[in-house]
């Protein structure tokens, strides 16, 4: 991050530097607000770099602002198609909105051009498990963990967390409530942990 802000400096229109800084951010568990203020921190606004274009559109996702991010990554697209964090983004807006399907084909195709996005696998495995499909979202998530550049901090814990609803629903208590005891180290504050935790624990003691 030091690295990033120092480069923005001495070249303040480098989107590249820009992209690169929110998807740090993100890996960190930033708010929402501190990737907005990332995105608009760039002077010459954000349509005029792809790269940031699709950043502008995977933040709208984030706050459900479909129609927006659906905006933003076909615009992305356009100037650079088949771009990975565009269709990333699309994906997340669908996935959003409850078209768990058409978010899958998106995530597929980040994932053809790139193995180890992290984000792509995770958001793959939300829709599997979503629409039943356990054993397959398990997979998805086990790789999202295993990809996820920072091994602490709000990003993992979620991950974990995904990992311990799946289990759970596979019947297999005593190993979610070890992934979810691993999340709630990481992230002690996430309330939506904590409601995972209670249900893991309410499933062993009706054992």
Known sequence: ??????????????????????????????????????????????????????????????????????????????????????LYARGKANMFANRHLVAMEDFGKVLEKNTLHDGAWNDLGICHAVLGNQQQALLCFDRAIARTLYSAGAVMAERRGNRAKVLLSLGRPEEARAEIMRARELDATNSNLALVQEEVLQALRSR
């Open 1 to 86: 991050m030091w690295a990033l802000d120092r480069i923005l400096e001495r070249f303040p229109n480098m989107d590249k530097a820009y992209s690169k800084k929110g998807l740090v951010l993100e890996n960190l568990g930033a708010t929402t607000e501190e990737r907005w203020a990332n995105l608009e921190a760039y002077p010459t606004g954000v349509i005029s770099s792809p790269r940031l274009t699709a950043g502008y559109a995977s933040l709208c996702a984030i706050v459900h602002r479909t129609d927006d991010a659906l905006k933003y990554a076909d615009e992305a697209l356009k100037r650079i198609p088949g771009y990975g964090e565009a």
